[in-house]
């Protein structure tokens, strides 16, 4: 059984950062991805980065130049840097992982339970 544990959410003013970590743990043969969604309230879950096992990265427009996604490979963890945070980055944000739990077989998508970001003006 795999989990993901988010930690790093928290209440920060406008211009401030928070560093959010995710680690992956349970029965894992390998990871393909690792990134990050949110969601805001009355919105639709957005991604927001990913990153794959061998470095390549994608952001979200609304983020770049702002959030710097990073993992570590042998820790099963990926962590999210976000500096020059705005009121519109408020949401729920939820670590997400597509791992293969044995040799050959599918890979499926796994979601942590989210942490709270909350960004005041």
């Known amino acids: 059984q795999v989990r993901l544990v988010e930690s790093g959410g928290g209440l920060v003013q406008a211009g401030g950062s928070l560093r959010l970590s995710c680690a992956a743990s349970?029965?894992?043969?390998?990871?393909?991805?690792m990134g990050w969604y949110r969601q805001a309230p009355g919105k639709q879950r957005e991604l927001v980065t990913t990153?794959?096992?061998?470095?390549?990265?994608n952001y979200a427009d609304s983020v770049k130049g702002r959030f710097t996604i990073s993992r570590d490979n042998a820790k099963n963890t990926v962590y999210l840097q976000m500096n020059a945070l705005k009121p519109e980055d408020t949401a729920v944000y939820y670590c997400?992982?597509?791992?293969?739990?044995?040799?050959?077989?599918?890979?499926?998508?796994?979601w942590g339970q989210g942490t709270q970001v909350t960004v005041s003006s």
């Open positions: 997400n992982a597509k791992i293969l739990t044995h040799r050959s077989s599918p890979t499926y998508n796994y």
């Open positions: 349970g029965s894992i043969f390998s990871i393909n991805s």
């Open positions: 990153i794959t096992s061998g470095g390549s990265t």
